[in-house]
C-alpha cells in the first residue's frame, strides 16, 4: 500500500468531508512518529538489512579484539592498522606520509587502501573502543549501507515497488562477490556512495534535457508527479516547469554535489570509484545508442556539467593524486599479475563457497576466499537473462546488459581461463594492459560491478510483472527469489586469534619508547606475517614499527612491491623465528646489528615471552644486544 494510501485511510472525517487543511503539526517525537509511520516498509527493509549484515558478522561479535576473520586475518590486521593510522587525524597527528610503519621511509597512505575518510569518521570509536571494534562495525555497516542506498536509488529513481528493490538491493548489498570481498577488504565494501554518484548523474541528465514532450514528459523521464521510469525504461524524472534558470541551477548543484561524493570516494577506495565510472561510461555510450533523440538534445549540457564535476574533483584531488603516484613513497604502477589475478569463465555459473548452495572445491576457480567475485551461480545468470530478453526494448535494461558483458568479459584478464585451464583465447583485458595505472588493476574485480547491473535487470523485471498483474505477478518475483536463495550467504567464519602481550596493553611499553619513537619487535612484522602490527594496533599507533606490510617502491627500478626488503639483522632473527635453531653470532653480525638499530632509529627491541621459538630468539638478541630486561610478558633491549 503507497503511503498516500495510508494517509487516506489515517484521515479523520471531518476532513474527508470538508477537505480542509490538516491541523497543524504536533511535538517534534509527533511528526517523527508519523514521519515512521508513512515511511515503515523503508524502515523494515532498512532494519532487516542491518540483522543480515549482524548475522553475517556475528562471529566478530561480543570480543571484536579477540576475534578475526578465518580466512584472511592477514589483510584484517592491516586494516586495523590503517584505521588505528587514520585516527590520529582527531589528535592532529596525521599526514599522508605516515612514519609509524616501515620506519625510517614510512608509508604513502595515498598509495595503499588505507579508507581515510572511514577511519576519520570512525575515529572516535577507534579511539575508545579499538581499531579491532572499528574494523568489525565497519564489516557489518558497509554490506547493510551499500544494500540500503540501493534501496533508496531504486525506490526514489526508479520509481519501483518495494519488493522489487528489497531484492535488488539486496543482491547488491549482500551479492557472492561483495560477502567475498568483506574477508577483510573494507574498501572494496564501502559502496554505499556508488548510487548516491549514479543518481547525480541522471539528475545532471535530467537537468540537461531541456525539450518537454507531449504529455508533459521528456525522453529523460516522467512528468511532474509521475513515476521515476516511464513505459519505455527510461530513466528520472524531470519537472517541466522549471526550465531555464532552474534547470542550470540543477545541472550546477548536481556538477558540485558530483565532485564531492567522487572526492570523498577516492578517499573510501579508489577501486570501487574507479570500477563504477568504467560501469557508468559503458552504459552511457549504450544508453545513448538506444535513445539517440535524448543524447543529440541532453550531450551538450550533460558534456558541460561533466566537465564542471571533473574541474571541481581535480582542485581538490591534484596534491593527493600526485602524492600517490609521485611523492615520497609513491608507486606509479600495479604490482598484482592481471594474468594471475583473472576470472576463471566457469566461476561465473558455479556458486561461491560462501553461500549457501557452495561448497569449498569451488575455491580452486579462484585466488582465495577473498576474491569470489564472479560466482553467481547458474539460476541468477538464467533468470536474469531472461529479465533482459522480457525487456530488451528498454533504454535502461540495454544499457546494464551492456555494461555486465563489457565488465564481466574485462573480469576474464588477458587470456581466457575455463576450469582452471588457459586457453590460449585472448581477453578484452589485453588491449589495457599498457593503459598507464589501470593495467594495474585486478581483472577479476572487474567483475564486482556486474552485481547491480544484474540486480537493476531483476528489479525493473519483478516491478513489471507486479504492475502489469496476471499470473507473472507471482511467477516472476518467484523466480528470482527462487534463484536468488542458492547465492545467498553464509556467516563469515571467525576464529580466536593470539592475545597482544600485556607489555603493550598495560602501557609498558611507554618506559621503553617515547611517544612516536620506534619499536623494534621480534620478529619483524612482513606481509605474511604481519602480526606484530597489533600490537601498535593496541597502543593507537603511538609508536612506528619497521618493515611491515604494506604497497611500497621497493619493486625493481622503485616498481611497487609488497613490503621491503629486510635489514640484515631482521633478516638473522626472521630465520631464527622459523626454524628455532640458535646462530652463533659473529663480531661483524654485532657491528651490523647495532648499523640496522640506528637505521631503524630505534628506542627499543621487544621479544613477546609467547613467541615462537622465543629462547632461541632471546638467546641470538643477548648475542647481538647484551642482556635481556624482563618487563610483563616480554624481554627488551635498548640498543
Sequence with gaps: ????????????????????????????????????????????AGLGFLVLAGVLTHGLWPDPSGRVLALNPEDQTLYEWFLAVDARAMLGDFSLLTDRLNAPDGVNLMANTTVIALGVVFA???????????????????????????????????????????LGAGLCGFGPGIVSQTNSHLHMTAQWLVPVIIWLVVRMLRAADRAP????????????????????????????????????????????????????????GEEVLFLAALA???????????????????????????????????????YPLWFQFAGPQGVADGMFSPYYFSADLTSWWTFSPLSLAGDDTAARLTTGPAEYNTFLGWPLLLVGAAGAIWLRRQPLVIACVVGALVMGALSLGPDVVVDGTRTGVPGPFRFLLDVPVVDGALPMRFALAVLPLLATVLVLAVDRAWRGGGRGRVIVPAAVVAALLPAAPAPLATEDRPPVPEFITAGHWRDCVRPGGVLVPVPAPTPREPWPMRWAVAADAAFALPEGFFIGP??????????????????????????????????????????????????????????????????????????????????????
Excluded at 471531518?14 to 509511520?37: F, I, K, V, Y
Aim: hydrophobic share 45%; net charge positive; proline share 4%.
Design 1 to 44: 500500500m503507497s503511503s498516500a494510501a495510508c494517509a487516506d485511510q489515517d484521515a479523520g472525517p471531518d476532513q474527508e468531508a470538508t477537505g480542509d487543511l490538516p491541523p497543524a503539526p504536533g511535538s517534534r517525537r509527533t511528526r517523527l512518529l508519523a514521519a515512521a509511520h508513512r515511511n515503515r516498509v523503508d524502515l523494515l
Design 213 to 268: 514532450q507531449a504529455g508533459g514528459r521528456n525522453l529523460a523521464g516522467a512528468g511532474r508527479g509521475g513515476t521515476g521510469r516511464d513505459r519505455d525504461g527510461r530513466v528520472g524524472r524531470e519537472p517541466t516547469g522549471r526550465a531555464g534558470g532552474g534547470a542550470d541551477r540543477r545541472l550546477v548543484t548536481s556538477a558540485v554535489g558530483l565532485a564531492v561524493v567522487v572526492t570523498v570516494q577516492v578517499f573510501v
Design 554 to 639: 621497493y619493486g625493481r627500478d622503485g616498481t611497487a612491491a609488497m613490503g621491503t626488503y629486510k635489514q640484515p639483522t631482521s633478516a638473522l632473527l626472521a630465520e631464527v623465528a622459523r626454524h628455532g635453531e640458535q646462530p652463533v653470532v659473529s663480531e661483524g653480525q654485532r657491528r651490523q646489528a647495532a648499523r640496522d638499530a640506528d637505521f631503524w632509529n630505534a628506542s627499543c627491541v621487544v621479544l613477546a615471552a609467547n613467541e615462537r621459538h622465543a629462547e632461541s630468539l632471546r638467546g641470538t638478541l643477548e648475542q647481538l644486544y647484551g642482556p635481556a630486561t624482563r618487563v610483563a610478558d616480554a624481554w627488551i633491549w635498548r640498543p
Design 280 to 318: 557508468l561510461a559503458v552504459m552511457t555510450v549504450a544508453y545513448a545508442a538506444a535513445d539517440r533523440r535524448l543524447a543529440r538534445r541532453a550531450f551538450p549540457a550533460f558534456a558541460a556539467g561533466m566537465l564542471l564535476a571533473t574541474g571541481l574533483a581535480l582542485v581538490v584531488l591534484a
Design 124 to 166: 572516535p570509536v577507534t579511539l575508545v573502543f579499538g581499531a579491532p571494534t572499528t574494523f568489525a562495525l565497519l564489516a557489518a555497516l558497509n554490506l547493510a549501507g551499500t544494500a540500503i542506498a540501493w534501496y533508496a536509488l531504486y525506490t526514489r529513481l526508479l520509481g519501483v515497488g518495494r519488493l522489487a528493490a528489497a
